[in-house]
């Protein structure tokens, strides 16, 4: 893998929105990645403690680097972000943050290193692991699942409207040729499954849904948020604020009903009622920000 140019999405928003709070002395960054977002707020904010949560080593490692200067301020912490709760107990003793930052989704390096399969442009292994232990990989459900299984996966995951032509193209291809294991192979069987018309059609790369369903599934993504999102209002005191980034609909459709519910329930109230968007100079300079929405909540 080359070197790492990774540029956090929408850090002036988030910088703004902290701004605004009454203090921020403890933000727990849920979602740590590379260090970017946890870099910027460190210098913005000369007295925050930042306690970061990622569950890929590599990254932990960079962002590690990345954030020595701050060493004093930063707790590093290798878990998966739905067990925020024990994590705030383990390592705070319970104590409460003034903000809890999620940034879903795939960081730069996961995307740009070809070894780990989350790219539908490079050739690599069948991987998509964000924690390189964890059991399943894209290689075990596209190799042993079923016509009807896969299609349910691309279908609620993917919301890709062919879901069912593409996994019985899978299912045929693995009969035919035995097990698919890379990535190239993989996009071949969906460019070579569906008619010319219907890519020209697409505007985007035909197995983008089909990528973005496996990681899904591969890193229970969408339980991780429920868990996750839910466990941290009560992380976070009152008056304190929880952001967050998203990059395609099912995450949002997911963080909006949560924040409503709260609004409903009266936990606090929504930052904004809209979603805030990149700036269009922050995707031009960013493409990788295009899909982005953040959301926060103020706890009440």
């Not at 290689?139 to 993917?158: A, C, M, R, V």
Request: hydrophobic residues 40%; glycine residues 6%; charged residues 30%.
């Amino acid at each position: 893998m080359g070197s790492i140019d990774h540029v956090p999405v929408m850090s002036d928003e988030i910088i703004d929105i902290l701004s605004k709070i009454d203090r921020l002395d403890l933000l727990i960054d849920a979602t740590l990645g590379l260090g970017g977002h946890a870099l910027r707020i460190c210098s913005t904010f000369p007295s925050v403690v930042i306690l970061g949560i990622d569950q890929d080593e590599e990254a932990l490692a960079i962002a590690s680097k990345k954030l020595a200067d701050f060493k004093d301020r930063v707790m590093l912490v290798k878990s998966n972000f739905k067990l925020i709760d024990d994590i705030v107990m383990s390592h705070l003793s319970g104590r409460l943050a003034d903000a809890v930052l999620f940034d879903l989704g795939v960081s730069s390096m996961q995307v740009d290193d070809e070894e780990r399969g989350f790219s539908f442009n490079k050739e690599g292994p069948l991987d998509m692991r964000m924690d390189k232990q964890g059991a399943i990989s894209a290689y075990d459900l596209i190799n042993k699942l079923t016509i009807d299984e896969l299609t349910e996966i691309f279908y609620k995951y993917g919301e890709e409207r062919y879901s069912h032509l593409l996994a019985k193209a899978i299912v045929r291809y693995r009969e035919r040729h035995g097990q698919i294991s890379s990535t190239t192979e993989l996009v071949e069987i969906v460019r070579n499954a569906l008619p010319a018309r219907i890519q020209r059609h697409m505007g985007k790369h035909p197995a983008r849904k089909i990528f973005q369903a496996l990681r899904i599934v591969v890193n229970d993504e969408i339980n991780a948020l429920k868990q996750g999102l839910t466990k941290s209002v009560d992380c976070v005191r009152s008056g304190g604020v929880i952001i967050v980034l998203s990059y395609h609909s099912l995450e949002d459709r997911l963080v909006k009903h949560t924040f409503k519910q709260w609004e409903s329930d009266g936990r606090g109230r929504l930052y904004s009622k809209k979603p805030i968007l990149p700036k269009p100079e922050e995707v031009e300079r960013n493409p990788r920000s295009r899909s982005a929405k953040l959301r926060a909540f103020i706890k009440s």
